[in-house]
């Protein structure tokens, strides 16, 4: 069923209530050809009044659609083209200091209550063998709309000139003699928000983000060797303008010619490099070593059970040197192109920027409303999210950025002071441990250094480390003009697992003396 | 709140009959979901999501499109079927295209148990709760997940086919840690019937890890002997059966890829007493009955004592290469078709080594050979002369799977239980035995606990 737009307007106007939405809400739902004809403040109101007259002492109700759309293709034709969407609502209660939760497809207000009686019927279950009460510290009460940063919503883009700028980006993949196959994609994500809470808040969100991605191959028969060499560029939030911006041609002729390289590319030998990590590199290593180690469910065990705990303990706030003194790391629910940008988190506190670690020593931690009381702050940072409307909001990374230098430091400035070392693009391989200590990371191309200057092409490259000795052994920061914005479109965590965008800016960064691995190489003797 | 069979088929005619595009096939599944998450000894989140959607994927003239929605409103569906429709007339010709199957006749799967789909919310609360107390007396930190789904899944073809199923999984994990955060035990089991989930044997194991993991040494990374236990198998091996992919093999670009162009089908290379097939019918790990692309599913044989016996083709991979598509795999079974042995008697036969109780985010470092990296977690131990000497601190590990699995360094298999990776929580599991082998490569270590 499609509606005209001026039938939609008609239908919305009558539908919203008290929140007054801006134009472009009603313009960008209106072209999604969908039925939006749900009442959310009405249902809200019905989710938070059976809530409070049930037992909840906080209650709130998210009303979400999120619309997907994805092209792939491989070589010289298309593998996939789909579009999907995905409509529904979750009621989150807090009972007798017990949460319970529950979600529905069915957006209707018969369902809403009952939803909202079974979240209340799983929470007197639990709360009859509970411990101790979650406590929630206080957030100002908010009505407002808030939409992420994009010039061109790709939803609007033909799907044909999707298809045609990957066709083209694999004919320039595959220019280069020796390239076998190359595989490029795209998608495109749009969140449709709506919170409200039993502390008054009304909110609506809407959100673009984009992750365009290709991976080139050389295979070479006769010896059963193959290569591979994926795009440095990585998901961010923002419009179509990401596709017509950049030189996604040029880069994908360079992957073709560097696949091929890498087939004849000297072996590494292990040993102790300096390393200079490239921002596209350099990312997955913040993400890994320091967003995750500064989530305070991790440090109070609330992760144990998945992804782990923490080397990073409370008491260790303000003293542990983390890095050296020119490592500084901002947490930054504002930052632009960042996938984990948002107004408001999913409890109603608005975004924000806070230093985790400072002139080298961690000082502070991501919270929630739920986990900021443990270590006696009075109000969040604004950490929780939810994948899904039928997922349960908890604790997630925001965008977690290595500051640069003030200096108008570049990436040669920082080889020219290397005379061992490799230089590392991409994302390759990563792994590390649950407490974050421990970690080994790949990447896509690997650079000797010789004597203060770049020289041929290394293969099998990973090196591995230890997070603070890692981070107290950078040297070197580029300056803003090396800053990039790069992210990971899907980074796990939880249970039941959900899926969070979240960026890491970066410059390119130098490391002293760390240790390099073989990864062609199994020693299988003992 | 599972749609039934029928209600499945209402919605799957009712789509077909709205495709006006030469060929379709449509997918309608549901799915509820239940959980609870405890963690210090408190319970944490909890909550039940059901969900349910529609899919469909049409070509025109050769050319595809693919739509989704949740909502299953007529409208909806429309909309779903005119989007599809709209994206295949401006996709080029799928060069990988075959047409739908025809009706097909299904062998079906017993993976529904209506027990798990109706779990009682009190029961477990009061199961959780024994486990929270359990903690509590042994002096340890408890932390868990304890996961109850049920889902259905129905599709159709244009050309005519049809199938319908129900599947139900529990699944429940505990890690125990010591209260001074030196110790951590770690233990995970899942199965079609909440019935059969052995709640008192996943909680007291995982505290006795903890127990045990005390004191930990530090020792060298290096080459060891290493016992895995099901669990360490899981992580490093839970979906092996599905990596035989015959397109990438054949391309030239996976570990099974042989020089000149050719594949190792027919090679020896695994040990000759390892055979992993998919048995759909297996009663302690049901499988699906339809096998990718909706062909009925079949036993499959992947290895056979140690021999790559068969790749997998899709349906287009197979029609390129005149081959059949392969029914399977929809689960993975790793048998030992020799004497099989405990952990305890694999122990014994150590002179030298190290006993793993779990791995930890393990990911591939070079697709050539198959090689991983990753740690262990939740209970490492130096075996020495036979016995349990001591627990040690983790390791990060190195390792190519197939040198992993090959003649000469495989020395002891146990007996095949159902165990899941860690990683996938789990949601799904496989019959892994322990394993005995000769050499495996740690080359650094974690203090991480």
């Known amino acids: ?526 | 709140m599972l749609l039934d069979e029928k209600e499945t088929k209402a919605i799957t005619d009712k789509v077909l009959a709205m495709v006006k595009a030469n060929d379709a096939s449509v997918s309608v599944s549901s799915d509820q979901l239940s959980h609870l998450r405890f963690a210090h000894n408190n319970f944490l989140t909890s909550g039940q999501t059901i969900s349910r959607g529609a899919n469909v994927t049409v070509w025109i003239d050769g050319k595809r499109g693919t739509s989704s929605t949740t909502d299953l409103d007529d409208a909806s569906l429309r909309s779903m079927v005119d989007q599809a429709e709209k994206l295949a007339r401006l996709a080029p010709v799928d060069r990988e295209y075959v047409p739908t199957l025809g009706k097909q006749i299904y062998k079906p799967v017993n993976g529904y148990v209506e027990a798990t789909a109706n779990m009682s919310l009190t029961a477990r609360a009061a199961a959780i709760g024994s486990i929270l107390s359990d903690c509590e007396k042994a002096k340890v930190i408890g932390a868990g997940f304890h996961s109850a789904r049920s889902q259905s899944s129905g599709s159709a073809s244009k050309n005519g086919n049809f199938e319908f199923e129900r599947s139900t999984n529990v699944s429940l994990s505990v890690t125990a840690r010591t209260v001074d955060g030196q110790s951590s035990g770690y233990f995970l089991r899942s199965h079609p019937d909440i019935g059969k989930l052995d709640i008192r044997r996943i909680s007291s194991e995982a505290i006795k890890k903890a127990r045990d993991g005390v004191n930990a040494r530090t020792i060298e990374p290096g080459i060891y002997t290493v016992v895995l236990e099901p669990q360490a198998v899981a992580d490093l091996l839970g979906n092996l059966g599905f990596g035989f992919n015959a397109r990438n093999a054949e391309e030239g670009r996976s570990a099974y890829s042989a020089p000149g162009g050719k594949t190792k089908l027919g090679e020896k290379i695994f040990d000759d007493r390892i055979t992993i097939y998919s048995d759909p019918w297996n009663p302690e790990l049901p499988g699906s009955q339809s096998a990718q692309g909706g062909i009925p599913a079949e036993m499959v044989t992947l290895i056979e004592n140690g021999i790559l016996k068969n790749l997998i083709y899709n349906r287009f991979w197979a029609k390129t290469k005149g081959k059949e598509p392969t029914p399977g795999p929809v689960n993975t079974i790793f048998q030992a078709s020799g004497p099989t042995a405990s952990i305890d008697e694999m122990i014994k036969a150590t002179k030298r080594g190290i006993l793993v109780s779990r791995f930890w985010y393990i990911r591939g470092t070079d697709p050539r050979t198959a090689s991983q990296t990753g740690l262990t977690r939740d209970g490492v131990w130096f075996i020495e002369n036979g016995k349990i000497q001591y627990p040690v601190k983790n390791f990060r590990f190195n390792q190519s799977v197939i040198q992993m699995l090959a003649p000469g360094n495989v020395e002891m298999i146990g007996v095949s239980e159902r165990v899941g990776g860690s990683e996938g929580g789990g949601s799904s599991a496989s019959l892994l035995p322990a394993l005995k082998l000769k050499a495996f490569n740690f080359t650094s270590q974690s203090e991480a606990v």
């Open chain 1, 1 to 526: 069923m499609t509606f005209s737009r001026r039938d939609f307007i008609k239908t919305a106007s009558i539908a919203l209530g008290a929140v007054t939405l801006p134009s472009w809400v009603y313009e960008a739902q209106a072209a999604t050809n969908l039925y939006i004809e749900v009442n959310k403040n009405s249902l809200a109101d019905t989710a938070l009044s059976t809530a409070k007259k049930l037992g909840a002492t906080y209650a709130d109700i998210r009303i979400n659609r999120y619309r997907l759309e994805a092209v792939s293709t491989r070589e010289k034709h298309v593998q996939n083209v789909s579009s999907g969407q995905n409509f529904g609502f979750g009621v989150r209660v807090l009972v007798k200091g017990t949460w319970g939760f529950a979600a529905s497809p069915i957006v209707t207000a018969d369902e809403v209550a009952r939803v909202t009686k079974e979240a209340i019927d799983i929470a007197k279950a639990n709360s009859a063998f509970q411990r101790r009460r979650i406590e929630l510290v206080p957030t100002p009460r908010v009505t407002a709309s808030w939409k992420s940063s994009f010039k061109k919503d790709p939803f609007d883009v033909p799907v044909d000139d999707k298809i045609q700028f990957l066709l083209k980006l694999n004919e320039a993949a595959m220019e280069t003699k020796g390239v076998t196959f190359v595989n490029s994609a795209m998608a495109w994500v749009n969140e449709q928000k709506y919170l409200a809470t039993s502390d008054g808040s009304r909110i609506e969100q809407y959100l673009i983000r984009g992750n365009p991605s290709f991976n080139v191959t050389a295979v070479d028969r006769a010896s059963g060797d193959f290569q591979s060499r994926a795009s440095l560029r990585e998901g961010q939030a923002i419009g179509y303008e990401y596709i017509e911006r950049q030189d996604w041609l040029g880069d994908a002729r360079l992957a073709g010619e560097e696949a091929v390289m890498k087939l004849k590319a000297k072996s590494v030998d292990p040993g102790k490099y300096d390393l200079i990590l490239d921002p596209s590199h350099l990312f997955l290593t913040i993400h890994e070593s320091v967003g995750h180690p500064t989530e305070l469910d991790r440090a109070l065990l609330w992760e144990a059970n998945y992804a782990g705990t923490s080397f990073l303990t409370p008491e260790k706030t303000g003293k542990l040197q983390f890095g050296s003194k020119i490592v500084n790391f901002v947490a930054d629910r504002t930052q632009p192109l960042g996938l984990a940008t948002v107004g408001f988190d999913d409890e109603a506190v608005p975004g924000q920027k806070w230093h985790l670690v400072k002139d080298g020593t961690f000082v502070d931690w991501q919270t929630t409303r739920d986990l900021a009381p443990m270590i006696g702050k009075k109000s969040s940072y604004g950490c929780l999210h939810a994948d899904s409307w039928g997922s349960v909001p908890f604790p997630r990374m925001p965008n977690v950025s290595l500051e640069p230098a003030k200096e108008n430091v570049t990436a040669d400035d920082l080889i020219s002071g290397v005379d061992n070392g490799i230089m590392i693009y991409g994302r390759g391989s990563y792994s590390i441990d649950q407490q974050r200590y421990n970690f080994q990371f790949g990447g896509q191309t690997f650079w000797e250094i010789k004597n203060g200057k770049k020289a041929g092409m290394l293969r099998d490259v990973a090196y591995q480390s230890r997070t603070t000795d890692f981070w107290g052994a950078c040297d070197g920061l580029g300056g803003q003009s090396t800053y990039l914005v790069p992210g990971s479109f899907n980074d796990g965590k939880g249970e039941p697992g959900q899926s969070n965008a979240v960026s890491h800016g970066c410059p390119v960064a130098r490391f002293r003396n760390i240790n390099v691995l073989n990864t062609a190489v199994t020693p299988s003797k003992t």
